[in-house]
């Protein structure tokens, strides 16, 4: 290779060189201003008191001999939770609308925002999203919990993408849905699609119920309540006392002890009204995790109407899953298509599946009716499946020279 070929070789790669920084250089310009401009990073962290009982909890037996006299056992059974705490950390990019104001001068991540629920946007033609995770825990156990939310509003769609973890009330999903959007006037749109929603919680299945409830062919209990306390690991042993009136009358019961030797009860009903609550919560979760997500598409419709002023603001909104669901993955006999048709312990031959109707709505209200008094109204309710979900809140202001 001569030395002019060698030169006009150096040239053109620079010149791609150079293009290609060029080309690169505008696509992160363009992902800077269409998605990371005016979003926000956060980190957070917040500490409080547990929940501390007015009262003490004591729980007394005699066990000492048979004489009343000879004394009772007295046992502090108050629950004792350690602090709680949470800790959150994500990217958010949301739009508010123009009655809409930011809470504090920086973001935690459990913002209250109509972006979520509202079939449109503030902005049209934007991206919105958040990315939300965070550590939590309350009463003394541990959560997780997340959101995960895109959407993006047109002049004749909508889309969005979204999951939520929320540990402490068991609410646990994922849903994608694409709608049509059309315009009645300036004000009102109206939206209709398809969504999918999945859920790992069984819900309308509830194994220790349908266990506890199974019969034989002749009616009668197949499994006891004991079995699962000894299954636990919870033991219990009897014993007698007098009645302090009447030596020859006593009475008798049991003390029960946990797998490690700790007493946790003195009777049958301690035991019944104090552990084995949390005993049948965990053999419902043993059952549940053995079950496979599921997943279901039903069609949806949506209703926005927006108005605003700076005296007279009005926006309500509302979202309809339509009762025409579809199971299109886990195990469609324990679907909350069947969650009337257990008894017995038994799913009931020939059945009928029973569909619903799952929907939110919101409405945000203010009225300036003077120039230093107003009043304002804020609401929202959402049911799905067995989980709901609302806030109502309804405020008069006042405002001093």
Same mark, same amino acid.
Request: aromatic share 18%; glycine share 6%.
């Given at each position: 290779?001569?030395?002019?070929?060698?030169?006009?070789?150096?040239?053109?790669?620079?010149?791609?060189?150079?293009?290609?920084?060029?080309?690169?250089?505008?696509?992160?310009?363009?992902?800077?201003? =269409?998605?990371?401009?005016?979003?926000?990073?956060?980190?957070?962290?917040?500490?409080?008191?547990?929940?501390?009982?007015?009262?003490?909890?004591?729980?007394?037996?005699?066990?000492?001999?048979?004489?009343?006299?000879?004394?009772?056992?007295?046992? +502090?059974?108050?629950?004792?939770?350690?602090?709680?705490?949470?800790?959150?950390?994500?990217?958010?990019?949301? %739009?508010?609308?123009?009655?809409?104001?930011?809470?504090?001068?920086?973001? +935690?991540?459990?913002?209250?925002?109509?972006?979520?629920?509202?079939?449109?946007?503030?902005?049209?033609?934007?991206?919105?999203?958040?990315?939300?995770?965070?550590?939590?825990?309350?009463?003394?156990?541990?959560?997780?919990?997340?959101?995960?939310?895109?959407?993006?509003?047109?002049?004749?769609?909508?889309?969005?993408?979204?999951?939520?973890?929320?540990?402490?009330?068991?609410?646990?999903?994922?849903? %994608? &849905?694409?709608? $049509?959007?059309?315009?009645?006037?300036?004000?009102?749109?109206?939206?209709?699609?398809?969504?999918?929603?999945?859920?790992?919680?069984?819900?309308?299945?509830?194994?220790?119920?349908?266990?506890?409830?199974?019969?034989?062919?002749?009616?009668?209990? @197949?499994?006891?309540?004991?079995?699962?306390?000894?299954?636990?690991?919870?033991?219990?042993?009897?014993?007698?006392?007098?009645?302090? +009136?009447?030596?020859?009358?006593?009475?008798?019961?049991?003390?029960? =002890?946990?797998?490690? $030797?700790?007493?946790? %009860?003195?009777?049958?009903?301690?035991?019944?009204?104090?552990?084995?609550?949390?005993?049948?919560?965990?053999?419902?979760?043993?059952?549940?995790?053995?079950?496979?997500?599921?997943?279901?598409?039903?069609?949806?419709?949506?209703?926005?109407?927006?108005?605003?002023?700076?005296?007279?603001?009005?926006?309500?909104?509302?979202?309809?899953?339509?009762?025409?669901?579809?199971?299109?993955?886990?195990?469609?006999?324990?679907?909350?298509?069947?969650?009337?048709?257990?008894?017995?312990?038994?799913?009931? &031959?020939?059945?009928?599946?029973?569909?619903?109707?799952?929907?939110?709505?919101?409405?945000?209200?203010?009225?300036?009716?003077?120039?230093?008094?107003? @009043?304002?109204?804020?609401?929202?309710?959402?049911?799905?499946?067995?989980?709901?979900?609302?806030?109502?809140?309804?405020?008069?202001?006042?405002?001093?020279?």
């Amino acid at each position: 290779m001569n030395y002019q070929t060698s030169k006009q070789w150096t040239v053109t790669l620079l010149l791609c060189v150079l293009t290609f920084n060029s080309v690169t250089a505008q696509f992160y310009k363009k992902f800077y201003d =269409k998605i990371l401009k005016q979003g926000t990073v956060y980190l957070t962290t917040n500490l409080s008191n547990s929940i501390e009982a007015s009262n003490r909890k004591y729980v007394v037996a005699n066990t000492r001999g048979n004489d009343f006299w000879d004394g009772l056992d007295l046992a +502090d059974n108050t629950e004792v939770f350690p602090f709680d705490y949470r800790i959150g950390l994500g990217i958010r990019k949301l %739009a508010r609308f123009d009655y809409e104001r930011k809470p504090f001068n920086y973001y +935690d991540g459990n913002e209250v925002q109509l972006a979520y629920a509202a079939p449109g946007s503030a902005v049209p033609s934007t991206w919105e999203y958040q990315f939300h995770v965070e550590k939590e825990r309350w009463r003394g156990e541990l959560f997780d919990n997340h959101r995960f939310f895109i959407k993006h509003t047109g002049n004749y769609h909508v889309f969005k993408v979204e999951s939520r973890e929320v540990g402490k009330i068991n609410l646990k999903y994922q849903s %994608a &849905e694409i709608r $049509g959007r059309f315009s009645v006037g300036k004000k009102f749109h109206v939206s209709a699609g398809a969504i999918v929603r999945t859920h790992e919680r069984a819900y309308g299945y509830n194994p220790i119920e349908l266990w506890l409830n199974e019969t034989d062919e002749y009616g009668f209990p @197949i499994n006891s309540w004991l079995s699962l306390a000894h299954d636990s690991g919870y033991y219990d042993y009897p014993y007698e006392a007098d009645f302090y +009136d009447d030596p020859d009358e006593n009475y008798g019961d049991y003390i029960w =002890k946990d797998p490690e $030797g700790n007493t946790v %009860a003195y009777t049958d009903g301690q035991f019944l009204e104090n552990v084995f609550p949390s005993l049948m919560n965990q053999y419902n979760r043993e059952q549940w995790d053995l079950l496979d997500t599921f997943a279901e598409v039903a069609p949806v419709v949506g209703l926005d109407f927006y108005h605003y002023e700076k005296k007279f603001w009005l926006h309500a909104y509302g979202n309809l899953i339509l009762p025409y669901h579809a199971y299109i993955r886990g195990d469609k006999e324990k679907s909350y298509l069947n969650r009337n048709n257990w008894v017995d312990g038994q799913l009931q &031959e020939g059945s009928r599946l029973e569909q619903w109707l799952d929907y939110s709505a919101g409405c945000n209200m203010g009225w300036n009716i003077k120039r230093h008094f107003g @009043i304002f109204i804020e609401s929202e309710y959402a049911k799905m499946w067995d989980s709901r979900l609302f806030n109502t809140m309804v405020g008069v202001n006042y405002k001093f020279n």
